[in-house]
């Protein structure tokens, strides 16, 4: 039997990996409990050495109001910001090892004498965790360069969901982000999540999950879409 996979993220994120599971023999069903809008934001590229983007969300927006860039170096942070950059026509773009912003920390704090007195932006959500910001090294300059906000929804299929939870027909929920697990939790209780396994893309997710006592049976060792397909194929 195809086995239901929950997938709590922004609806048009959701467009983007549905096929994947499909092909994977796999029913992807979009519960979209968060959702993205864009912000205002000032940006001069001659104030940055280095520009951060940290998701395919990031690239979106920032370049829905941002002609090419010339000079700038860019981070990626996850295959698929750089290949949204490479869709772009943006080469020689630097992803860091860890797809998370404690893997661009770790990969300023090895490659230190490239960013040492330089000046760098993160692109990024507007209400993003300050890992960068907060523990830089000394002479690296960090500027976070807000282009979209975060905001929690409410989606059309609750009481269907609902029924699903109660009847044991989720087989899997997938968390992929902080947000997923705040906006899941203001309209279901964890005990909903009992019957089935969850899933959780990064460890700031599974942070966030595990201080609402949620159980994670899951967690891929790269932050893609792919290898949680592979994980729960597995399972």
């Known amino acids: 039997m195809m086995k239901n996979v929950l997938i709590t993220r922004d609806r048009n994120q959701f467009e983007e990996i549905k096929d994947l599971f499909i092909e994977n023999g796999l029913n992807p069903i979009s519960f979209p409990v968060i959702k993205f809008s864009s912000v205002e934001f000032y940006f001069d590229e001659r104030d940055y050495d280095y520009l951060i983007f940290s998701?395919?969300?990031?690239?979106?927006?920032?370049?829905?109001?941002?002609?090419?860039?010339?000079?700038?170096?860019?981070?990626?942070?996850?295959?698929?910001?750089?290949?949204k950059l490479e869709s772009?026509?943006?080469?020689?773009?630097?992803?860091?090892?860890?797809?998370?912003?404690?893997?661009?920390?770790?990969?300023?704090?090895?490659?230190?004498?490239q960013f040492e007195c330089k000046k760098v932006g993160i692109v990024r959500a507007l209400e993003g965790i300050d890992t960068l910001l907060n523990r830089k090294p000394p002479n690296v300059y960090v500027d976070v360069i807000p282009v979209y906000k975060t905001e929690f929804n409410i989606p059309s299929n609750v009481e269907e969901i609902r029924k699903m939870f109660e009847e044991g027909k989720i087989d899997f929920v997938i968390f992929s982000s902080p947000s997923t697990v705040k906006g899941f939790l203001r309209i279901f209780k964890p005990d909903v999540l009992k019957n089935c396994k969850v899933v959780v893309i990064g460890k700031t997710t599974l942070q966030e999950a595990s201080k609402y006592g949620i159980n994670v049976d899951m967690m891929p060792s790269k932050s893609t879409f792919a290898d949680i397909v592979n994980l729960i194929k597995s399972a």
Do not use: M
């Open 55 to 83: 998701s395919s969300n990031s690239v979106k927006f920032f370049f829905e109001k941002i002609d090419r860039l010339q000079k700038v170096k860019i981070i990626a942070v996850g295959e698929k910001t750089k290949e």
């Open 88 to 113: 772009l026509g943006y080469k020689d773009i630097i992803t860091p090892q860890e797809y998370s912003a404690e893997g661009v920390l770790n990969f300023i704090k090895s490659n230190i004498s």
